[in-house]
């Protein structure tokens, strides 16, 4: 069965960068792109972009464009998101998740919180 | 402000049945499938609804989901204590090129 799995809860300060690792199995990782999600306290789903897990081309939402860099590593079948220039307002818990066929978004990670505070 | 537009709340008894809309445009709704998505706290998003108004294996068929021009709507029937929760819905957007989701209903069982 799918699973996707993701590091554990980061505290960083203002302008640092935080790195969230998702490691998926239970399917073929370059079969499929992984996307990236966030959810700020009381608000709602935010999709930030997603990664080709096979060619490592990544598509950006506009918002996070520059400040948002998604990578993956096929030898161990694992999606990275790194946001940099940390601010409190990226205070969020951040999801994985992948597609299946063409349902659109249907697996997902049990999240990660990032908190930005000094 | 999100791209498809959802009201913040909704209610219902149990037993009854309630919906929520989903409004966008003609590069997303207009255009593409919607899903749906339930959220209970401090959980990952749970798949309810996908291609407009399938549903994945082991959701109850209290849910059901339709859509029509750039507009969808989420059906839960039977209402219970348990479908308390927030939804979301969510749709390929071409001129953003990237995935959209509504802003989330909350939804409370009186």
């Known amino acids: 069965q799918v699973q996707l799995v993701q590091s554990g809860a980061e505290v960083k300060q203002p302008g640092a960068s935080v790195k969230v690792a998702c490691k998926a199995s239970?399917?073929?990782?370059?079969?499929?792109?992984m996307h990236w999600v966030r959810q700020a306290p009381g608000q709602g789903l935010e999709w930030m972009g997603w990664i080709n897990a096979n060619s490592g081309g990544a598509n950006y939402a506009q918002k996070f464009q520059g400040r948002v860099t998604m990578t993956r590593d096929t030898s161990i079948s694992t999606a990275y998101m790194e946001v940099n220039r940390l601010r409190a307002d990226d205070t969020a818990v951040y999801y994985c998740?992948?597609?299946?066929?063409?349902?659109?978004?249907?697996?997902w990670g049990q999240g990660t919180l990032v908190t930005v505070s000094s | 402000q999100s791209v498809l537009t959802q009201p913040p709340s909704a209610s219902g008894t149990p037993g009854q049945r309630v919906t929520i809309s989903c409004s966008g445009s003609?590069?997303?709704?207009?255009?593409?499938?919607v899903n749906w998505y339930q959220k209970l706290p401090g959980t990952a998003p749970k798949l309810l609804i996908h291609?407009?108004?399938q549903r994945p294996s082991g959701v109850p068929d209290r849910f059901s989901g339709s859509k029509s021009g750039t507009s969808a709507s989420l059906a839960i029937s039977g209402l219970q204590s348990e479908d308390e929760a927030d939804y979301y819905c969510?749709?390929?957007?071409?001129?953003?090129?990237?995935?959209?989701f509504g802003g989330g209903t909350k939804l409370t069982v009186l």
């Open positions: 998740a992948r597609d299946r066929d063409n349902w659109g978004i249907t697996y």
């Open positions: 003609s590069s997303n709704i207009g255009s593409k499938t």
């Open positions: 969510a749709a390929w957007d071409d001129s953003l090129n990237g995935v959209v």
């Open positions: 291609t407009n108004n």
């Open positions: 239970g399917y073929t990782f370059t079969g499929y792109y």
